[in-house]
């Protein structure tokens, strides 16, 4: 078993930047993947970056591509999403996600965290 907590939402006002994070624990995590997906409201949640844990790879949806970095920090048990140039668009809630390989399908991930909510908003 996987335990994902996520924190690090808010509120923002457009343009600005965000760096929520994902704590992990349980079971060896070296072998996994992982990822963040959000889900605004009243819309599907959808698939943003992704980091194996070794760090060595990484996936990221063209919706962001240019504002949003994946990263994992050395030693720690965590995985952060850096959000910049912040859009109204991009307010939702947040979820990290682990499984065995980075891919855009929910159903490939094993563990999911309840979420942090970022809204972007003047």
């Known amino acids: 078993q996987v335990q994902l907590v996520e924190s690090g939402g808010g509120l923002v006002p457009p343009g600005g930047s965000l760096r929520p994070s994902c704590a992990a624990s349980?079971?060896?995590?070296?072998?996994?993947?992982m990822a963040w997906f959000r889900q605004p409201p009243g819309k599907e949640r959808e698939f943003v970056p992704g980091i194996t844990w070794a760090g060595c790879a990484t996936g990221v949806a063209e919706s962001v591509k240019g504002g949003f970095t994946v990263s994992r920090a050395s030693g720690k048990n965590e995985v952060y999403l850096q959000m910049n140039s912040l859009k109204p668009e991009d307010t939702a809630l947040y979820y990290c996600?682990?499984?065995?390989?980075?891919?855009?399908?929910?159903?490939?991930?094993?563990?999911w965290g309840q979420g942090t909510q970022v809204t972007v908003s003047s």
């Open positions: 349980g079971r060896p995590l070296r072998r996994l993947a």
């Open positions: 996600a682990a499984g065995r390989a980075i891919t855009s399908q929910q159903k490939e991930y094993d563990y």
